[in-house]
């Protein structure tokens, strides 16, 4: 019984599938929402359905809509700084609204699964078309995964204002290398080393500092070369209870590096029903060619505005539930979230706002067939 629930809870930690599964038919509908101070909410529903040809082939389609509000889409630039770069842009409904069809494929015989998929979205001015796939070789009785897993991004901008870009391609590939260890019947652990580069116009078409003195674009390197690594440790307390625990760190020639922690309690509060409360905490550092924004010249090579590139913090607590009905094969699952950054300089410029703070959160019915 404990093995059991324990693979269900890595199914919540885990990035890619590894361990005791099987294929199965499954029907899907979530929603996830996004709203914070600076005016953006984001709504999205989205729609999957996976059915098994034979007991080793399975075929995936997901379909995903994000339909978004946002000041900065409305006005083409800051919420907070009148159109003198870049002018005003019509308000809708919604300000930007994505669609985002995934296709997959699954072959598993027990011991190995390989997965492989193709995702397409578009919006007003940005394109993305994405390839992707995985590995997963079970060993050891079962006892031991190693996998692979990659994606390449081959994306395009299409400003909504006439704008000269250096150049409009965004290409991303990330590879993941993974080693999953069944400690015990109660404990799991895995260690994920993730390899990512990115080349092209890598920041976004709408970003410009504006002073008194001059006027630019946010200007970034086209090349980004990153790695990560990972740690994630899941352990059944007792019968009713786990935790997970995860820790992450990141570095990259830009000169970030990030530390990112996260624990998950979860725990049996009645039959069929699991609740669980989550603690995240990120901190980074500023991008090596990152500035105090009035220290910023016209003849410096980059300028960064997006207050990603630049030093702070966040922390982000969630409750979830987990709800099963029995033989019925539906089950419910979800989550809300309270996300709140460090007091910023460059978001202050931005959104006018001296942090970023918000809730995010879904929904979701899954049915097995």
Known sequence: MQIKRLFGLLSLLLPIKAFASSLEDKAGLSFDFYTDNTDVQVYSPTFSFFKTLTKKFLIGIKMRIDAISAASIRKGGSPVISDAVTGATARRTFDDVRYAPTILGVYDDGDNTLTLGAYYSTERDYTGRSVFGSYIR????????????????????????????????????KIDFSVSQLLSPTAMLQLIYSNLYSEGFLGSPYHYLLRKDFARFETLPQTRKGHAFAIKFVKLINEPTSVNLSYRYYTDDWGIRSHTGDVKLLRDVAKELTLGIRFRYYTQTKADFAKELQDYKLTDRYVAVDYRLSAFSSRTLGLLFIKGFGLSGFKLKGAVNYYMTSSNSYIKNWYGKDRITAWFGSVSLDYSF
Request: overall charge positive; aromatic content about 12%.
């Open 138 to 173: 079970q060993l050891n009785l079962q006892n031991t995964a190693v996998g692979i897993s990659f994606s390449q991004s081959f994306d395009k901008w299409e400003p909504v204002f006439k704008r000269n870009l250096p150049r409009s391609d965004r290409k991303e590939r």
